[in-house]
C-alpha cells in the first residue's frame, strides 16, 4: 500500500477541479470509483507523463554525459526505466473525500491501470482475502493488518534494471547474489523471497504509560514460510535461542536475549499443520489466548460493517490515547505549564489523525482502489499542511517539557529500583550473617525482589553489592544514579 499511499499524497498536493465535458476519458473510468458528491474530488491523469518525463531526462543524462570528459557512459533510459519500475503502467489517479457523520470521513481512491500492476506495484498479489488478522487478535490490538505480499517482483525489477544498466553482467551478478546462501544456513537469498512471499497476518499493541514507558505487543505470521525455521536453529541456537518441539510445532523462545528484566520476548514457531512461520512477542497474547477477539470490538465493527468484507489488504487503525502523556505532566512543575498548550497543539494538529480509522484496497479488474473511513479526510491532509508547518513551531517548543517529563520520570524509576535493591540487600546480610551479595540472590521468582524492570537502559545484570557501599547504575544516556544505604 506504500505505492498507492505516495500517488494520494501526490495527487493531495496537487489535487485538480473537475474535468468539463472534454476530460479525457479517463475520468469517466475514474468517477465510478469516487464520491463526486464529497467535499474534496481530486484527479490526475498521467497519459504520456512517463514517456515525456523519461524523453527530459534522457536529454539532460546525455548532455551530462557530453560535458563530463571522465564520465563512464553508462547505458541508462529513462523512459525503459520508468517502464521497468511499474510507474509506466499508470493511467490516471482519483481520489476523494467525504463527511459520513461528525468525525467520520469516507476517503476513497482509484490508481487507472494500463493493465495489470508490473513492477513495483506488483508486489501486492491481487489475491481476495478476509481480514483474519482481526478474526485473530485479541480484543486489546491497536493495529491489524492482512495482506498477500509478493518478493518477486523486487527481485525481478532489480534484474531487469541491472540488466538494462550493465547487460547481461548485471543480470549474472545478480544472480550470484540470489545464489548464495544466508550466513550459517543453507538457505539462499533467492529461495528466502520466494518463501516469504505469501500471506501475512499481523496485529499490534503500543502505548504509554502515565511513567512514560511503553507497552508493546505484536504478533506475525507468513504463510508458507515455516519451513525456514528448522533450517535456521543451528544459527538460532548459536545465538541462545532456546528450541523445543512436538508433534505440532517446532518452536525458539529468544527471550533471554532481552536479558531477565525485560517486559517483552521473541518466540518464533512453524506449526507443522498449516507451514505458517510465526513471531511473537507474549506467549499469553496469540489467536490462542483467551477473551473476545479485535472483530467483536464495537469500534471495529462500526468501521468494517461499511467496507468490503474481502480485498487484497486490510489495515486497521485503533487510534492513539494521549491522555497518558499529557497527565503525566502534571507530576512535574516544569512541563506542567505547557500542557493545555500542548494539548491544543496535538489537538489541532493530530487531533483527528489519531483516531480510529480502517482502509480495504481491492482490485476492479486492472484498477487499484482503496476505500478508507477515519476520523480525518484527504481534505484535511491539504488544509492542514500550512497549519503543521507554523503550528510544529508551537510543538517543537514542547518537545523539551517532554523530554524533560520523560527524563525525570525515568531517573525516579531508577531510584526506586535501586532503593529496593537495598532494602532487599540489608535484609540477605541481617538473615545470612555476611557483608557481600550478588544480585542474582535477590532477584527472581520466590526471593526478596520477584521482578526488577530496567526503564531507561541500564542494566542491573552482575551488580554485586557490598554492605556500606554505595549501589550506583548507568542509564543509557551515559548519566550514573546512585543509592546510598
Not at 499511499?5 to 475520468?27: D, K, Q, R
Not at 520508468?82 to 469516507?106: Q, T, V
Not at 543453507?186 to 500471506?199: R, T
Not at 528484566?261 to 507443522?272: C, F, H, N, T
Request: aromatic residues 8%.
Amino acid at each position: 500500500m506504500k505505492s498507492a499511499s505516495t500517488i494520494l499524497m501526490l495527487a493531495s498536493c496537487l489535487a485538480a477541479t473537475l474535468p468539463t465535458s472534454s476530460a479525457s476519458a479517463n475520468f469517466a473510468d475514474a468517477q465510478a470509483h469516487i464520491d463526486l458528491d464529497g467535499s474534496m474530488i481530486g484527479y490526475i491523469d498521467f497519459a504520456g507523463d512517463g514517456d515525456k518525463i523519461g524523453a527530459a531526462l534522457n536529454e539532460i543524462y546525455q548532455e551530462i554525459l557530453a560535458n563530463t570528459q571522465d564520465m563512464p557512459p553508462i547505458p541508462v533510459d529513462f523512459n525503459e526505466l520508468i517502464k521497468n519500475l511499474g510507474f509506466g503502467s499508470i493511467k490516471a489517479f482519483a481520489m476523494s473525500s467525504k463527511d459520513i457523520e461528525p468525525g467520520l470521513h469516507r476517503n476513497r481512491s482509484v490508481v487507472l491501470m494500463n493493465d495489470a500492476p508490473t513492477g513495483l506495484f506488483a508486489v501486492y498479489n491481487p489475491k481476495m482475502l478476509s481480514f483474519t488478522a482481526a478474526e485473530k487478535a485479541p480484543s486489546d490490538a491497536r493495529n491489524a493488518l492482512t495482506l498477500t505480499l509478493d518478493l518477486r517482483p523486487l527481485r525481478d525489477t532489480s534484474s531487469r534494471i541491472l540488466q538494462q544498466i550493465m547487460g547481461p553482467m548485471g543480470e549474472a551478478m545478480l544472480e550470484q547474489k540470489l545464489a548464495e546462501t544466508i550466513l550459517e544456513t543453507d538457505i539462499s537469498y533467492g529461495e528466502a523471497i520466494e518463501l516469504l512471499s505469501g500471506q501475512w497476518d499481523a496485529f499490534w499493541h503500543q502505548s504509554y504509560r502515565e511513567d512514560f514507558q511503553q507497552d508493546v505487543k505484536f504478533w506475525v505470521s507468513i504463510e508458507g514460510a515455516g519451513s525456514l525455521l528448522p533450517r535456521l536453529r543451528e544459527m538460532a541456537e548459536a545465538m541462545g535461542g532456546a528450541f523445543s518441539e512436538d508433534d505440532t510445532r517446532l518452536k525458539a523462545n529468544f527471550g533471554q536475549l532481552f536479558g531477565p528484566d525485560a517486559s517483552i520476548g521473541l518466540y518464533v514457531e512453524a506449526p507443522k499443520e498449516t507451514g505458517e512461520l510465526i513471531f511473537y512477542s507474549h506467549s499469553d497474547w496469540t489467536p490462542d489466548s483467551e477473551g473476545p477477539r479485535l472483530v467483536d470490538q464495537p469500534t471495529f465493527k462500526n468501521l468494517a460493517s461499511r467496507l468490503p468484507s474481502e480485498g487484497i489488504a486490510f489495515y486497521y487503525d485503533g487510534g492513539t490515547d494521549l491522555n497518558p502523556l499529557l497527565a503525566a505532566m502534571d507530576g512535574f512543575p516544569e512541563a506542567a505549564k505547557y500542557k493545555d498548550a500542548t494539548e491544543s497543539i496535538l489537538t489541532l494538529l493530530i487531533g483527528n489523525f489519531l483516531k480510529p480509522k480502517m482502509q480495504v484496497s481491492y482490485m476492479d479488474g486492472d484498477h487499484w482502489v482503496s476505500d478508507q473511513y477515519a476520523g480525518y479526510s484527504t481534505k484535511q491532509v491539504i488544509t492542514a499542511l500550512p497549519t503543521i508547518f507554523v503550528g510544529g513551531m508551537g510543538a517543537a517548543m514542547a518537545i523539551p517539557a517532554f523530554q524533560k517529563v520523560r527524563e525525570n520520570s525515568q531517573q525516579k524509576a531508577v531510584q526506586n529500583n535501586l532503593r529496593q535493591i537495598a532494602s532487599a540487600a540489608q535484609q540477605y546480610f541481617l538473615e545470612n550473617g555476611v557483608s557481600e551479595v550478588h544480585i542474582d540472590a535477590l532477584v527472581g521468582e520466590g526471593k526478596y525482589i520477584r521482578h526488577l524492570s530496567p526503564v531507561a537502559g541500564e542494566s542491573y545484570q552482575g551488580m554485586i553489592l557490598r554492605q556500606g557501599e554505595a549501589i550506583s547504575v548507568r542509564l543509557g544516556n551515559g548519566s550514573v544514579i546512585t543509592q546510598e544505604f
